[in-house]
Structures are given as C-alpha cells and as structure tokens.
C-alpha cells in the first residue's frame, strides 16, 4: 500500500487532517455550532466547483468560498439573533444552489464526484503542500487565541464584558473551520466531513476529562478514525469519507459501551461493600 505514491500522500494529508479538525471542531461543539460545520461542508463544493471552472486549484477554491461563507454567517447573526437556523438555511441554500449550477452547466471539464465522496486517488503533491500551508497557519491561530476562544466558548457575552474581541474573533474562528474543511475535502469527501470535525470530539467528551484533555483525546480518536478508515478503504476499494465515518461512528459506540461497562462494573463494586 504504501508504494503508492498517492497513498503517501494521502496518510500525511490525514495525520494533518486528523489534528486540524479536532483543534477546530471542539470549540463547534462547545458553541453548539456543530451544524456550521456541516452548512460550511456543503458550502466548499461550491467553492471546489468554482475552481474547476476557473482552472484554479480546487482546495483554493473550496478555501475561499468557504471562507466568504463562514463571514456572512457571522455577519448574519447581527439581523437573525433569534433565528440562527434560518442563517444556516440561508447559506446553504446559496452553496447548493451555486454548486448545482456550476455542475450541471456542462462546462466542468473535471469531475466533481470526487470532492463528494473523497478519493485517495486524487491527493496531489501540490495538495499535499496546500494542505501542510492551511494546517500550520491554522493551528498556530488557535494557539494564539486558544485562551480567548475557550472564553467566547462557554460564555460569549462575558467575553464580551471581559474584554474580548468576541467579533473579531469569530471571523477569525470562521477563517479556521473554513480552512479545516477546504483541506479535508480531498480525503473525506463533502457528504461526511463534517463527522470528523464533530464525531471524535463527541467521543473524547464522553470521557468526562478537563478541556485540554479532551482536546487531546480527540485528536487521538480522530487519528485512529481517519488512519483507519484510510487503510480499510483502500483494501474494501470503497470511498474513504462513508467508510471514515462509518469507523468514527463505531469508535464513539465502542466507547459509550465501555463507559457503560465500567460504570456498571463500578457501581456493582460500590454496592458490595456498603
């Protein structure tokens, strides 16, 4: 497998992949924006669609796209506090719309099936350096304002009154997600990217530990999720973003199950010696 020079690059797209989304996501998951990401998914098939078109990169386009759709869900906030599903609507409609069009133009002369499912076949080295480019930027962001965005996290408006700069912040946050997404396009594909931004979060959550912790322990599992969807994928020659998701939904069960074990097991212990 790994004399493929397309696998190479797939498994070092995916080590970045799998440390990006997580360092994105939990903070999602926290805000309880865990459907931003998946608007914003749906949104870089507009932006891949339109770098086709214009024969530029379409991890690029995805990026920028993506990027100007993460904006105006923020900008948007401002005129539908009380409806920030509509928001979601909104943009996906736009994104879908978009892509829709573009696609069944006829004047695509690439495939655009690839972006949706994903597919390790189509993982270019260029990829692979605009990819390694978004992630570095992108982590090095959150770790710059990692103590700012724990605060908008868990309360914006005392962020707010603390000081913060909660706007700014959040356009900054959406240039993040937009990044996160536009470089895990190629692997996972559309339909299930925004599994790996929320589901190894969920997973590590239900082990109950501090922030920091968590934020590790889902770095962990989104490893294990991708590396392994990746390498079954390629030997059951099925798409890796439906397998991917498939082994991340069966990671967080399989932890679920085991916390349940424990629990019980304990509790069975607790009540003996009482």
Known sequence: MLNYSFMQNAILVSIFISILCPCIGIFLVLRRYSLIGDTLAHASLAGVTMGLLTHQNPILGAFVFTS??????????????????????????????????????????ANADSFMFGSILTVTRFDLIMVIILSVISVLTVIFLYHQMIYIAYDEEAAKVAGVKVK??????????????????????????????ALPVATALQLEKGFRLTLIFSVIFSVIDIMLGLVLSFYLNVAPGGFTALVSVAVLVTVLISKKIITTLRSGRSGKYE
Not at 179 to 187: E, K, L, T, Y
């Open 68 to 109: 100007i759709c993460g904006a105006l869900i923020e900008f948007l906030r401002n005129y539908f506090k009380k409806y920030a599903d509509l928001i979601l609507t909104i943009v996906l409609s736009l994104s879908v719309g978009t892509a829709i069009t573009i696609i069944s133009s006829g004047k695509l002369r």
């Open 168 to 197: 700014l912040i959040n356009y900054v946050f959406s240039l993040l997600v937009a990044a996160a997404i536009s470089v895990s396009i190629r692997i996972v594909g559309v339909l299930v990217l925004s599994s790996m931004i």
